[in-house]
């Protein structure tokens, strides 16, 4: 059973870079495409971006210009880095598992339990 | 963009009630569409994906309909364990989701 795990400080100040880690057990992180997600408190789901096993990328272009994803196989786990943020930037961050199929990407089937990371000084 | 409209916002409903939840695209995603559930301080849960296929795991009384721009997502008799907020979401262009309904005790 594949099981994703966020890590990462849960208050970044505002001006300052959000990071976030997120483990894959259960399941080797190559072959599928990873996608970050966020849901600010109380409110609906927006899509961050995508890294594949390869360290492609492809991000939200509301978010593009403050967004870099890598990836590290040799410890499963893929990372979001969001720089410039803003109160706006509260929110709780998952990681999720695209279902993929070759090179086509579809909805999420497994994701994280999520953090939430909050943006005060 | 696509946008994901979903109504109502808000449903009230009893145990054992038929419950219809409906997602509207702004644009033809064709059949690209999947739903969640999502319960408080929880990750979303996938329920269904390709408009009407259902997810392993999954109880028979949720289904899916649709194509194109409308969509719905149905409960065929609403069990405790139903109340939650549930979210609509295409992959026809990049992945947005509806803005959610959240399903309540009447």
Known sequence: ?121 | DIQMTQSPSTLSASVGDRVTITCRASQSIGSWLAWYQQKPGKAPKLLIYKASSLESGVPSRFSGSGSGTEFTLTISSLQPDDFATYYCQQYNSYWTFGQGTKVEIK
């Not at chain 1, 990071?19 to 057990?25: I, Q, Y």
């Not at chain 1, 599928?32 to 272009?61: A, C, H």
């Not at chain 1, 410039?84 to 930037?89: E, G, L, P, R």
């Open chain 1, 1 to 121: 059973q594949v099981q994703l795990q966020e890590s990462g400080p849960g208050l970044v100040k505002p001006s300052e870079t959000l990071s976030l880690t997120c483990t894959v057990s259960g399941g080797s992180i190559s072959s599928y495409y990873w996608s970050w997600i966020r849901q600010p408190p109380g409110k609906g789901l927006e899509w961050i971006g995508y890294i594949n096993y390869s360290g492609s990328t492809i991000y939200n272009p509301s978010l593009k210009s403050r967004v870099t994803m890598s990836v590290d196989t040799s410890k499963n786990q893929f990372s979001l880095k969001l720089n410039s943020v803003t109160a706006a930037d509260t929110a709780v961050y998952y990681c999720a598992r695209h279902h993929t199929s070759g090179t086509y990407l579809y909805h999420f089937d497994y994701w994280g339990q999520g953090t939430l990371v909050t943006v005060s000084s």
